[in-house]
């Protein structure tokens, strides 16, 4: 509604009084900080190389595309990329108060998590750029029709995020992502079968109920995963970390599919690029259902859970 009303920028100007609402809330809800005994220095060298490392690694993967791979801008960024990414390393290898301590990759589960977590916004979250073309761009979907299409998978995707929560706390962590991508493979699948250009919305739902009901399972899951075994005092960086992994994901998950969407395009004229934009969808589509089987097999490097003892049994076990 916003985009028909006002254009585009204005989704971004919702989010300026809820994050008000929420900062003003926070004051009265969440209880304040107890005082640090100690004390450290902010690691701004790391912060900055970092931060600076990234933004031009996601800014090459997004213009690479549209400038060419090989223009002085993308080539530039990409080298610029690599630099900074050797300085971030040196300094959080000498700092004595790293931003990025490398000893917590010794953490399985956190490892585990930002793997997991770039391959589910590798594949995943590319899917909303290809189901907005197909609707938009393939079915001729005005802005409020696409919205409301996307009502159907981001209640799925709310669901499977309930239902992640509640699967993690009974069957642990390792088991509820297996079944997440598992469910996401199968569904994504089946929702290639809705990119075709007589496909009416209907064919696309079931892949959409389904894949976003394994979606929101990774999602809570990845983040369970990623927080596990991390002292409490270092909770923020393990967020971080992972935080960048989807972020990075993502932005290289779209750069490339975009690529392949694209192959059969080309300069036709008529229906002919409908129905190759459709194609290209579909193939995309199930590339991403078959991306998502490593995010599958990488999770099972994940221990297991270790089963409690009874009581009556315990003493039998410590016998020799």
Same mark, same amino acid.
């Given at each position: 509604?916003?985009?028909?009303?006002?254009?585009?920028?204005?989704?971004?100007?919702?989010?300026?009084? &809820?994050?008000?609402?929420?900062?003003?809330?926070?004051?009265?809800?969440?209880?304040?900080?107890?005082? /640090?005994?100690?004390?450290?220095?902010?690691?701004?060298?790391?912060?900055?190389?970092?931060?600076?490392?990234? @933004?031009?690694?996601?800014?090459?993967?997004?213009?690479?595309?549209?400038? /060419?791979?090989? @223009?002085?801008?993308?080539?530039?960024?990409?080298?610029? @990329?690599?630099?900074?990414?050797?300085?971030?390393?040196?300094?959080?290898?000498?700092?004595?108060?790293?931003?990025?301590?490398?000893?917590?990759?010794?953490?399985?589960?956190?490892?585990?998590?930002?793997?997991?977590?770039?391959?589910?916004?590798?594949?995943?979250?590319?899917?909303?750029?290809?189901? @907005?073309?197909?609707?938009?761009?393939?079915?001729?979907?005005?802005?409020?029709?696409?919205? &409301?299409?996307?009502?159907?998978?981001?209640?799925?995707?709310?669901?499977?995020?309930?239902?992640?929560?509640?699967?993690?706390?009974?069957?642990?962590?390792?088991?509820?992502?297996?079944?997440?991508?598992?469910?996401?493979?199968?569904?994504?699948?089946?929702?290639?079968?809705?990119?075709?250009?007589?496909?009416?919305?209907? &064919?696309?739902?079931?892949?959409?109920?389904?894949?976003?009901?394994?979606?929101?399972?990774?999602?809570?899951?990845?983040?369970?995963?990623?927080?596990?075994?991390?002292?409490?005092?270092?909770?923020?960086?393990? $967020?971080?970390?992972?935080?960048?992994? &989807? $972020?990075? /994901?993502?932005?290289?998950?779209?750069?490339?599919?975009?690529?392949?969407?694209?192959?059969?395009?080309?300069?036709?004229?008529?229906?002919?690029?409908?129905?190759?934009?459709?194609?290209?969808?579909?193939?995309?589509?199930?590339?991403?259902?078959?991306?998502?089987?490593?995010?599958?097999?990488?999770?099972?490097?994940?221990?297991?859970?270790?089963?409690?003892?009874?009581?009556?049994?315990?003493?039998?076990?410590?016998?020799?």
């Amino acid at each position: 509604m916003l985009t028909e009303s006002f254009d585009w920028p204005a989704v971004f100007y919702v989010n300026v009084p &809820l994050a008000g609402l929420v900062t003003l809330a926070a004051l009265f809800v969440i209880p304040r900080d107890p005082a /640090g005994r100690e004390r450290r220095r902010f690691d701004l060298p790391g912060a900055l190389s970092a931060t600076a490392g990234s @933004t031009l690694l996601v800014f090459a993967l997004v213009e690479g595309p549209e400038l /060419g791979w090989g @223009t002085p801008l993308v080539v530039g960024a990409l080298t610029l @990329t690599v630099v900074l990414s050797v300085v971030f390393v040196v300094v959080e290898s000498r700092s004595a108060d790293p931003l990025m301590p490398f000893r917590l990759f010794r953490n399985r589960s956190l490892t585990v998590g930002m793997t997991v977590t770039f391959v589910s916004m590798a594949t995943f979250g590319v899917l909303p750029y290809f189901l @907005t073309v197909l609707m938009q761009s393939v079915h001729g979907y005005g802005a409020l029709q696409t919205g &409301l299409a996307f009502l159907v998978p981001s209640v799925a995707i709310a669901t499977g995020t309930q239902l992640g929560e509640r699967l993690a706390t009974r069957i642990g962590t390792r088991t509820t992502l297996l079944i997440g991508f598992a469910v996401g493979v199968v569904g994504t699948a089946v929702l290639a079968l809705g990119f075709d250009v007589e496909a009416g919305y209907g &064919l696309l739902v079931p892949g959409l109920v389904v894949s976003g009901v394994g979606q929101g399972v990774v999602w809570t899951a990845m983040w369970i995963a990623g927080a596990t075994g991390v002292a409490d005092h270092e909770q923020g960086v393990a $967020n971080g970390v992972v935080s960048t992994a &989807l $972020n990075i /994901g993502k932005a290289i998950g779209l750069a490339v599919f975009t690529v392949v969407a694209d192959l059969g395009v080309g300069d036709r004229i008529g229906e002919a690029p409908r129905a190759a934009t459709a194609d290209g969808g579909s193939l995309v589509v199930l590339l991403t259902a078959a991306g998502m089987v490593p995010g599958l097999l990488v999770t099972l490097s994940l221990p297991r859970p270790v089963r409690a003892v009874s009581p009556a049994a315990a003493p039998e076990r410590a016998s020799p």
